[in-house]
């Protein structure tokens, strides 16, 4: 029987985990826990490991490998496409259109997962339209263009195993020619350029708290400022009002210096601090720095940490913060 590999990649919530078991009538095998953050609104669980199905037509038996939408878990992306299904025969990308940023999403699942094999065959599946109309199809194609990809796409329903067939027939088809740009300034690096410390490195590669991470945040309505603060206690950076600048500091001081040394996966802790008014701050710690953000009150905590989640996991700027 001839076997073939697919393996399913992209954000939180796009579908993956219900495209596998649409198809394969829930015989899935899948690894999920709660979702801890504010992707809550949207669904109640997440892939943390992989999820995995075989689904057997005819003569074939397809092997399907669905990734964890969260930068955190990077390793099991690595180990799927590197290890698992380093010989699969095409890759299908799910993005929600629902999600705030698409575009990004776009990029940032694109640079990922072209990294381990940027010559297997990709397909992408659109869901989400029937909730938020736009991007269009239009709109996806031109930021394909842009990014000089050639991809088929789609704009589907998870739910629907006919859909999630399209796309597997799609992959399976004979391969095309997908531009390659082989400049050194290429924007896909591919693994063979990447040492083995690089490619499977647990500590994150870039700083956390960029220059470009702290101006976007910045500009999230209702933000008023931000401060970047070390382990010393000391202010690096601030847009703080003073007396928004010291209440910062007081609570920095009290979280013990072990709390911000968080280097695996680039993991970022996240603490909630209220004010005697209806402002709030939400606060940042890795890397042995504290970054703390100030917000009027009508901004929720939820809307904006959904905003910093999409912003931490797509700057990968190497420019950092400076007085």
């Given at each position: 029987m001839n076997d073939k590999k697919i393996v399913f990649f992209g954000p939180v919530g796009a579908g993956k985990t219900t495209a596998i078991a649409a198809v394969t009538n829930d015989k899935s095998a899948?690894?999920?826990a709660r979702v801890s953050d504010s992707s809550i609104r949207r669904k109640k669980s997440t892939t943390v490991a992989m999820d995995y199905a075989l689904l057997e037509t005819g003569d074939e038996r397809i092997h399907l490998y669905g990734t964890p939408g969260q930068e955190r878990f990077r390793f099991m992306w690595e180990m799927i496409t590197t290890e698992l299904a380093h010989d699969c025969n095409g890759h299908i990308m799910l993005l929600d259109n629902a999600r705030h940023?698409?575009?990004?999403?776009?990029?940032?699942?694109?640079?990922?997962?072209?990294?381990?094999?940027?010559k297997i065959r990709l397909v992408i599946g659109i869901t989400g339209s029937d909730l938020i109309e736009t991007p269009s199809r239009s709109d996806y194609a031109g930021w394909l263009t842009e990014l000089e990809i050639k991809a088929p796409l789609f704009f589907i329903d998870a739910r629907k195993a006919e859909d999630i067939h399209m796309l597997i027939d799609e992959v399976l088809q004979s391969e095309i020619d997908i531009p390659q740009n082989t400049s050194?300034?290429?924007?896909?690096?591919?693994?063979?350029?990447?040492?083995i410390d690089e490619l499977f490195s647990t500590a994150p590669q870039f700083p956390v708290f960029t220059t470009?991470?702290?101006?976007?945040?910045?500009?999230?309505?209702?933000?008023?400022g931000t401060a970047l603060i070390n382990d010393d206690n000391q202010t690096e950076y601030s847009s703080l009002k003073s007396a928004e600048l010291d209440t910062l500091q007081q609570f920095s001081a009290e979280i013990p210096r072990g709390r911000r040394r968080i280097y695996d996966f680039g993991a970022v802790e996240s603490f909630h601090l209220s004010t005697e008014s209806t402002d709030h701050y939400t606060v940042l710690v890795a890397n042995e720095q504290l970054l703390g953000i100030h917000c009027k009150g009508q901004l929720?905590?939820?809307?904006?940490?959904?905003?910093?989640?999409?912003l931490l996991q797509w700057g990968k700027s190497t420019s950092t913060i400076s007085a």
């Open positions: 899948s690894t999920e940023h698409p575009r990004q999403d776009l990029e940032f699942y694109l640079q990922n997962f072209r990294t381990y094999n940027p050194p300034s290429s924007t896909w690096e591919t693994e063979e350029e990447m040492s470009e991470l702290v101006r976007d945040i910045e500009n999230i309505p209702q933000v008023t929720s905590l939820l809307a904006l940490k959904q905003e910093i989640d999409n």
